[in-house]
C-alpha cells in the first residue's frame, strides 16, 4: 500500500511538471518554439553600411547620434534612417575598416591642375647675424610646385612686390590667378590694381587659414628648416644663399608628391639625364644631393 501510494505521488508530480513545461501561464495553450535565426526587422541594405562608415570617417570626432541624424538628412528622401544602435554597432563590427578608410581620405590627391593656372605667393622673413630682419618673397607654381621666385626685398612695399612678379612673369609667363592671404601689402589698392593691368585675377584666402594656400606654405616649411641652420650676414649674402636654396630645390629635391620627380622635371615635363649625374651640395652640406640635367 505505501509503495502505490508512492508511485502515485511520483506519477502525479511528473504529469503536472510536463503539464507546467508545454503550457503558456496566461492562457495554458501550447507555446510555438521560435525558429533559429528569428528577425524582428529587415537587415538594412549593403550600401547603408558604406554610407555609414564613410561618415564615420569624414565626422571622426562625432558620435553615433550626430551620425545617425546626419545620414538621414541625407538619405530620408530615399525612404530609408539608421538609429544611434545601428551606428554603433556598425562603427564597433567596422573599426579598422574606418580608420584605413579615413587615412584614403587624408591622403587623397586633388585634382591635377594645368600648368601655369595658379601661383602661390607668401612672405617669410631672415634674421642676418646682426639682428636685422629681411623680407622674403616665395612664388610657388601649383601644379608643378616649382619654385619660380626666392628673393630678398629691399622694402615692404607693394611696388616692390609688384617689380618683383613682373620679373617672374617675364621669364616663366603669367599666370591666370594668384593666391595670396590678407596681408597688408597684398590688399593694398597698388597692389590689386597692379594684378588688374596685368589682366590676373586675384584669390584671397579666408582670415586664418593659411591651408587654403598650402603648397606656398608647404614650401616655406621646408625653407625654413633648412634656413634656420644658416647664418648669413648681409642683405646681398641672403639673396644669394636664396638663389642656391631654389636650384636645389627645384632641381635636385626629388618630391613624394610629383612620384619622385623634382618640380623643375615636372615643369619642363622631361626627366632629367642620368647619364650626366653631378653631386650638388651647398650651405655646408645641409643642401645636398645628385642633379641630373635636362636632357
Not at 212 to 229: A, D, I, M, S
Request: charged content about 25%.
Amino acid at each position: 500500500m505505501l509503495f502505490l501510494s508512492a508511485f502515485m505521488v511520483w506519477w502525479l508530480y511528473q504529469w503536472l511538471y510536463a503539464l507546467r513545461l508545454h503550457k503558456t501561464p496566461d492562457h495554458g495553450h501550447l507555446k510555438q518554439a521560435k525558429p533559429d535565426g528569428h528577425r524582428y526587422c529587415q537587415p538594412k541594405p549593403a550600401w547603408v553600411k558604406k554610407r555609414v562608415i564613410r561618415l564615420k570617417a569624414l565626422m571622426p570626432q562625432s558620435g553615433c547620434r550626430t551620425i545617425a541624424h546626419a545620414f538621414n538628412r541625407l538619405h530620408e528622401h530615399k525612404g530609408m534612417t539608421v538609429g544611434k544602435s545601428y551606428v554603433h554597432n556598425i562603427i564597433k563590427q567596422h573599426h579598422y575598416e574606418i580608420q584605413i578608410l579615413r587615412r584614403k581620405i587624408k591622403h587623397k590627391r586633388p585634382k591635377p591642375l594645368p600648368h601655369n593656372l595658379i601661383w602661390g605667393v607668401d612672405l617669410t622673413g631672415k634674421t642676418d647675424s646682426t639682428g636685422k630682419l629681411h623680407n622674403i618673397l616665395g612664388v610657388i607654381e601649383y601644379q608643378s610646385r616649382s619654385a619660380l621666385c626666392l628673393t630678398a626685398l629691399a622694402d615692404k612695399a607693394s611696388i616692390t612686390l609688384l617689380e618683383s612678379l613682373i620679373t617672374t612673369i617675364r621669364r616663366y609667363g603669367k599666370p591666370r590667378y594668384i593666391r595670396t592671404d590678407n596681408e597688408a601689402i597684398f590688399t593694398s589698392k597698388i597692389f590689386r590694381l597692379g594684378l588688374w593691368l596685368l589682366g590676373i585675377k586675384h584669390q584671397r584666402t579666408e582670415v586664418a587659414c593659411p591651408w587654403q594656400n598650402g603648397k606656398v606654405e608647404r614650401f616655406f616649411g621646408t625653407l625654413k628648416e633648412k634656413l634656420n641652420q644658416w647664418e648669413v650676414s648681409s642683405f646681398g649674402e641672403l639673396n644669394h644663399s636664396l638663389h642656391l636654396f631654389q636650384f636645389w630645390y627645384n632641381e635636385v629635391r626629388p618630391h613624394d608628391y610629383l612620384n619622385g620627380c623634382t618640380p623643375a622635371e615636372v615643369w619642363r615635363n622631361r626627366k632629367g639625364n642620368p647619364n650626366r649625374t653631378k653631386w650638388f651640395e651647398a650651405w655646408d652640406g645641409l643642401l645636398c644631393g645628385y642633379w641630373l640635367p635636362p636632357p
